[in-house]
């Protein structure tokens, strides 16, 4: 049985990555945090109750390990802030521009917002699963999904005018 569970944790990784990426907004940093929850996943499996959602499991370890970075920072600052920005689109093809405007649109939202969109719109998990992983109301997400939502589109539309 441990064995289909490491399967289905791996199968994960892309999401886990994805998501990290989204929060730290630095690949190796994301990547050691996705390690660090993979390790964590690894270490609890008699925590995950079988039947109920991995995926959701997986994400909340991540957030968890993220929120734990941000703790560390917090009491230890780092003078180095260049992890913060991510690098910007090539130059050439109109896509890839207009895909680095949304993405830089999207990095100026507040955190909450960020984080209601990559779990809902990006992963595709429903309300109640988000709320589970953020430890909310379903109410407070759907909030936020709207909130989210606009915030996005005026950053888009302040972007392009």
């Given at each position: 049985m441990a064995s289909?569970?490491?399967?289905?944790?791996?199968?994960?990784?892309?999401r886990l990555r994805r998501f990290a990426r989204y929060l730290i907004r630095d690949a190796e940093r994301a990547d050691d945090i996705v390690q660090q929850s993979l390790l964590r996943a690894v270490?609890?499996?008699?925590?995950?109750?079988?039947g109920s959602n991995l995926r959701a499991w997986l994400?909340?370890?991540?957030?968890n390990c993220y929120i734990?970075?941000?703790?560390?920072?917090r009491q230890h600052p780092v003078a180095d802030d260049a992890a913060l920005h991510?690098?910007?689109?090539?130059?050439?093809?109109?896509?890839?521009?207009?895909?680095?405007?949304i993405r830089d649109a999207f990095l100026r939202l507040e955190e909450e917002h960020r984080e209601i969109l990559l779990l809902v719109v990006v992963e595709g998990l429903d309300y109640q699963v988000a709320?589970?992983?953020?430890?909310?109301?379903v109410e407070t997400v759907r909030s936020r999904l709207s909130c989210a939502r606009q915030?996005?589109?005026?950053?888009?539309?302040?972007?392009a005018g």
């Open positions: 289909t569970i490491i399967e289905s944790i791996e199968k994960e990784i892309p270490d609890e499996t008699d925590a995950w109750q079988p994400l909340a370890l991540v957030r734990d970075e941000v703790n560390r920072a991510g690098q910007s689109p090539g130059e050439g093809q109109e896509q890839q521009i207009a895909l680095g405007e709320a589970d992983i953020l430890m909310i109301p915030a996005l589109l005026r950053a888009c539309v302040d972007q």
